[in-house]
């Protein structure tokens, strides 16, 4: 079992920079555990933000924040982050962050097994 917490939201405005992170516990990060982000908005659908595989060298990120936002992780410190600048009233929802062990770039939710409770992201016009 892995359990994900997620820190960092919180109300900026737009133009603001914000880095959420997401800790791993209950079993450590290795090369074969890929990790993502996700976001939900009021209303819509859990939507893919970006992942990272477990050697972090390959990132794929969702084309509405690609060049604004990017994704980092220290498997020594079982941590994933999300470094988000530039941000839009676009991209206010909840983030999610999710494990899951595998050595390929997942971007659908369902293909991950673990997640974290999400923490809120506001970007105010």
């Known amino acids: 079992q892995v359990q994900l917490v997620e820190t960092g939201g919180g109300l900026v405005q737009a133009g603001d920079s914000l880095t959420l992170s997401c800790t791993a516990s209950?079993?450590?990060?290795?090369?074969?555990?890929?990790m993502g982000w996700f976001r939900q908005a009021p209303g819509r659908e859990r939507e893919f933000v970006a992942a990272i595989n477990g050697n972090g060298d390959r990132a794929p990120y969702a084309d509405s924040v690609k060049g604004r936002f990017t994704v980092s992780r220290d498997n020594a410190m079982n941590t994933m982050y999300l470094q988000m600048s530039s941000l839009e009233p676009s991209d206010t929802g909840v983030y999610y962050c999710a494990a899951v062990q595998s050595l390929l770039l997942h971007t659908l939710p369902s293909s991950y097994d673990y997640w974290g409770q999400g923490t809120q992201v506001t970007v105010s016009s």
């Open positions: 209950g079993r450590s990060l290795t090369y074969r555990t890929l």
